[in-house]
């Protein structure tokens, strides 16, 4: 659990809340009303504000959580509702009497407290567990394309194909920490025409079908990642492990998805 996060105010700016989630790398911020829980504002709900200087306020951003833990709660109950309501962090409070906020769990934190348990998957390679339909985008798609993507799917993050082999990654935390798309709803002739080669990291992790799912799980800690394409005939870069200049893309397993073949 992160203790005491960075939360913002019912009154903070959008303009505010962007540059928060930019610089400081949060996934999400909990707004509060003095220590009170009121909401929480994603990279995916700030993706949807309609201008980069808005005098929208938090208040008008944030959506109620979908979960809410308490301290006493039971790890794998925790790793259960957060699955359930298909969130990736849950807001912890005092009690169900008392929402005064005391921290964040992420599905990041909990499996790394599961893997200190010793705990061990039921599905052991990636093979297993991945998704063979994978949504993706080319590195000549324009940011519009792919936020419309992100936006209907629901993915965070979506894999970059060049003639049709894997090349990198692009997500929404890419999106918000490019200055220049600090906004998805620009028109097609503004800052959203600019393509995802230009936005999108590579190399990218990768993983195998008989990579281990311990090891999937390590590098999603290690590295703070989301997800992890599952390819064949990768390229590897030398100096880095795992890093894939160019692959056959054929899979992506999730944090929920390693997270959950921990829990059945």
């Not at 934190?109 to 052991?124: F, N, Q, S, T, V």
């Not at 799917?153 to 999106?175: A, E, H």
């Amino acid at each position: 659990m992160t203790s005491n996060p960075v939360s913002v105010s019912l009154d903070t700016s959008a303009t505010r809340v962007r540059s928060i989630l930019r610089d400081e790398d949060f996934r999400c911020i909990p707004v509060l009303n003095g220590d009170h829980l009121e909401g929480l504002i994603t990279r995916g709900n700030m993706l949807n504000i309609s201008t980069t200087k808005s005098n929208i306020e938090a208040r008008g951003i944030m959506k109620k959580p979908k979960v809410i833990l308490t301290p006493e709660m039971n790890i794998f109950k925790a790793a259960y509702n957060i699955l359930s309501a298909a969130e990736i962090q849950a807001p912890v409070v005092e009690s169900n009497n008392n929402l005064n906020l005391v921290g964040i769990v992420s599905v990041v934190d909990i499996l790394r407290g599961l893997k200190e348990e010793g705990a061990e998957p039921h599905k052991k390679t990636l093979g297993d567990i991945k998704t063979k339909n994978v949504v993706s985008c080319d590195y000549h798609d324009l940011i519009s394309k792919v936020w419309n993507q992100m936006d209907e799917s629901g993915y965070s993050g979506l894999p970059v194909l060049k003639n049709g082999k894997l090349i990198g990654i692009i997500t929404r935390k890419d999106l918000i920490k490019a200055r220049h798309i600090s906004t998805g709803m620009e028109t097609e002739h503004g800052k959203r025409s600019i393509k995802v080669e230009k936005v999108m990291k590579t190399p990218t992790l990768v993983g195998t079908d008989d990579m281990l799912v311990d090891e999937a799980a390590n590098l999603m800690i290690v590295n703070d990642i989301g997800r992890l394409p599952v390819v064949k005939n990768p390229v590897f870069v030398k100096k880095e492990p795992n890093r894939s200049k160019e692959s056959e893309l054929v899979g992506i397993v999730s944090r929920e998805d390693i997270l959950g073949s921990y829990l059945s």
